[in-house]
């Protein structure tokens, strides 16, 4: 099962948009709503963000938001602050019964 | 609610390795656990996942056939014996919890797996 793909870095000023994108194939994203997105500091362990594709779990902020068009599903962080800056991971259910996660991103706030 | 690793180390090509993950501050038997390992600098690779009564076992075509996941939910413990360790098995290994299908919520902190001769 190959990784999905996401872009290796994006940027953008603090109170500005950014979106992520996450792309797969139709054995995983575009079929399945099992999409999910983590957040990961340096030295620390990912945290969950957004699961089944759009929902936030309780506490984390409605910042964060999540879709998915086709093959791709991708998160917007609006409001951008200094420590929104990490490393963001895609993650998929597959259509051989794997799990599968993106390559990552890189979010550098300006 | 916390997940805690323990086991890893260094062990040298072709070696074994057993990690632990043991829960606490929830009922544990609930919920399906994974493995999921970062290989230095690198991006994150699920490697196995157990249902929370063991009724389903899955693994990354990466470690087929090489790893085991169990669970032990009177010990509330998760285990992943891994055999005929690669160089490119090194890695970070997380366990992490399922809330809903397939969502991470809870992860440990990490064990380190160093594979070296």
């Known amino acids: 099962q190959s990784a999905l793909t996401q872009p290796a870095s994006v940027s953008g000023s603090p109170g500005q948009s950014i979106t992520i994108s996450c792309t797969g194939t139709?054995?995983?994203?575009?079929?399945?709503?099992?999409v999910s997105w983590y957040q990961q500091h340096p030295g620390k362990a990912p945290k969950l963000m957004i699961y089944?594709?759009?929902n936030r779990p309780s506490g984390v902020s409605d910042r964060f938001s999540g879709s998915k068009s086709g093959n791709t599903a991708s998160l917007t962080i609006s409001g951008l602050q200094a420590e929104d800056e990490a490393d963001y991971y895609c993650?998929?259910?597959?259509?051989?019964?794997?799990?599968?996660f993106g390559g990552g991103t890189k979010l550098t706030v300006l | 609610v916390q997940l805690v690793e323990s086991g890893g180390g260094l062990v040298q090509p072709g070696g074994s390795l057993r990690l632990s993950c043991t829960g606490s501050g929830f009922t544990f038997s609930n919920h399906p656990i994974n493995w999921v390992r970062q290989a230095p600098g690198k991006g994150l690779e699920w490697v196995s996942y157990i249902s929370s009564r063991s009724e389903a076992i899955k693994y990354a075509g990466s470690v087929r056939g090489r790893f085991t996941i169990s669970r032990d939910n009177a010990k509330n413990s998760v285990h992943l014996q891994m055999n005929s360790l690669r160089d490119e098995d090194a890695a970070v290994y997380y366990c992490t919890r399922d809330s809903v299908a397939y969502a991470m919520d809870v992860w440990g902190q990490g064990t380190t797996v160093t594979v070296s001769s």
């Open positions: 139709s054995g995983d994203v575009g079929n399945y709503n099992y």
């Open positions: 089944d594709v759009s």
């Open positions: 993650n998929s259910y597959t259509n051989s019964d794997t799990l599968v």
